[in-house]
T-cell receptor, first 115, second 110 residues
Framework: EAQVTQNPRYLITVTGKKLTVTCSQN?????MSWYRQDPGLGLRQIYY???????DKGDVPEGYKVSRKEKRNFPLILESPSPNQTSLYFC??????????????FGQGTRLTVV | DAKTTQPTSMDCAEGRAANLPCNHS???????VYWYRQIHSQGPQYIIH???NNETNEMASLIITEDRKSSTLILPHATLRDTAVYYC???????????FGTGTRLKVLA
């Protein structure tokens, strides 16, 4: 079954304690990205990756890092989490196809609370 | 900013067709119209997309006006499980970032 898997699904942590949210896809997709969703603000892109070792900032990258060492994995790293990073996070992946539409697959989300 | 305008909320009776409108008056020639939905706080789920022609799949139909400035997503026989927030998104082909607006909250009533 085609899927994007995020872990953990729920996490409560303290300010400043480094954490990693993992994301893995089994569809051999080139493109992967991270979004955060906050009430009233919709989903906003944090970082994206066009392929292995190719990453770039999205709209709200401050306080986050990513890496893409393997095609299937795209972890999101919060080196020093702060309460304003409390949010619902989604990982997504899609084929990299030029000049035509392609659907994206989203993970089930990670609800992060930073206290 | 999102390039689409959708009603904030809609109700639909179970078993009836749900017609969700979307305005995208500034759409460019190479931009596709996508529809996703989000049930509770789950990950957005792809429904359908199109460029110029009407499209149909097992979930829904997408009707795009001839001038491409608006579209309608049709769920032919809405069920309670279709209660969700529906997002209409325009995006150029060959790009991968989605700009989500606030969507339409569809409530299917028994």
């Amino acid at each position: 079954e085609a899927q994007v898997t995020q872990n953990p699904r729920y996490l409560i942590t303290v300010t400043g304690k480094k954490l990693t949210v993992t994301c893995s896809q089994n569809m051999n997709h080139e493109y992967m990205s991270w979004y955060r969703q906050d009430p009233g603000l919709g989903l906003r892109q944090i970082y994206y990756s066009m392929n292995v070792e190719v990453t770039d900032k999205g709209d709200v990258p401050e306080g986050y890092k990513v890496s893409r060492k393997e095609k299937r994995n795209f972890p999101l790293i919060l080196e020093s989490p702060s309460p304003n990073q409390t949010s619902l996070y989604f990982c997504a992946s899609s084929e990299q196809v030029r000049f035509r539409g392609t659907e994206a697959f989203f993970g089930q989300g990670t609800r992060l609370t930073v206290v | 900013d999102a390039k689409t305008t959708q009603p904030t909320s809609m109700d639909c009776a179970e078993g009836r067709a749900a017609n969700l409108p979307c305005n995208h008056s500034t759409i460019s020639g190479n931009e596709y119209v996508y529809w996703y939905r989000q049930i509770h706080s789950q990950g957005p789920q792809y429904i359908i997309h199109g460029l110029k022609n009407n499209e149909t799949n097992e979930m829904a139909s997408l009707i795009i006006t001839e001038d491409r400035k608006s579209s309608t997503l049709i769920l032919p026989h809405a069920t309670l499980r279709d209660t969700a927030v529906y997002y209409c998104i325009v995006r150029p082909g060959g790009t991968y970032k989605y700009i989500f607006g606030t969507g339409t909250r569809l409530k299917v009533l028994a």
